[in-house]
């Protein structure tokens, strides 16, 4: 299974700042996507980040607010921009298919990125 | 938008004894999963069942579907304080590849 990394691990942040949360994979994957799990809640999927191209965002997400980077197949960003309180949640990145994508595919999940905003 | 409604929304038990948590969800499937989350930290994958798939094992682990009701079951058998986590089932849908749709969760409490 891929081993995944998330930095920050948490941060506490001002209303109205931005920030990026870096996702490092161990091997090249095709899949990687970015959830929010707020407080308590369960994990909304945000989007899907495409290696070279710009992200499939999921309904009520936009790239204005949340923007990404692929650059390669092992490495993505997640930018929450102008935070507000409402922001505070857990973001996790996760990847599928370390070969060929089907809908059989598992997704292993990074540890998680803990966003508090003042 | 989550597809899947779980229940017991919090389930508390003694050691030793079995768990079981159910999920049901609203559209056809391609698979459902299964994934346990520790205090806030990131997901780890327990097990996959295919749409076609009735019933699966992995350890002390036993999952059933039933495609007719939309519905799944997590069966935890001989649970220990470490199984104390929150549940979570995800399905990719027919219409997708990939695309993991969550579950409200079922916290579980295993008191030593």
């Known amino acids: 299974s891929a081993v995944i990394s998330q930095k920050p691990s948490r941060d506490i942040c001002q209303r109205g700042t931005s920030l990026t949360i870096q996702c490092q994979v161990d091997?090249?994957?095709?899949?990687m996507f970015w959830y929010r799990q707020q407080p308590g809640q369960s994990l909304t999927l945000i989007a899907t980040a495409n290696q070279g191209s710009e992200a499939t965002y999921e309904s009520g997400f936009v790239i204005d607010k949340f923007p990404i980077s692929r650059p390669n197949l092992t490495f993505s960003t997640l930018t929450v921009s102008n935070m507000s309180p409402e922001d505070s949640s857990i973001y996790l990145c996760s990847v599928a298919g370390q070969g060929k994508v089907s809908g059989n595919n598992e997704q292993f999940f990074g540890p998680g990125t803990r966003l508090t905003v003042l | 938008s989550q597809q899947g409604e779980e229940d017991p929304q919090a389930l508390s038990i003694q050691e030793g004894e079995n768990a079981t948590m159910n999920c049901s969800y609203k559209?056809?499937?391609?698979?459902l999963q299964w994934y346990r989350q520790n205090s806030g930290r990131g997901l780890v994958h327990l097990i996959l069942?295919?749409?076609?798939?009735r019933e699966k094992h992995s350890g002390r682990l036993r999952v059933t579907l039933d495609t007719s009701k939309k519905s799944s079951s997590l069966l935890i058998t001989a649970s220990r304080a470490a199984d104390t986590a929150s549940y979570f089932c995800a399905t990719v849908p027919m219409d997708s590849s990939y695309k993991l749709i969550f579950g409200s969760g079922t916290r579980l409490l295993v008191r030593p």
């Open positions: 559209t056809s499937i391609n698979n």
């Open positions: 091997s090249q994957v095709t899949m």
């Open positions: 069942i295919r749409s076609n798939e």
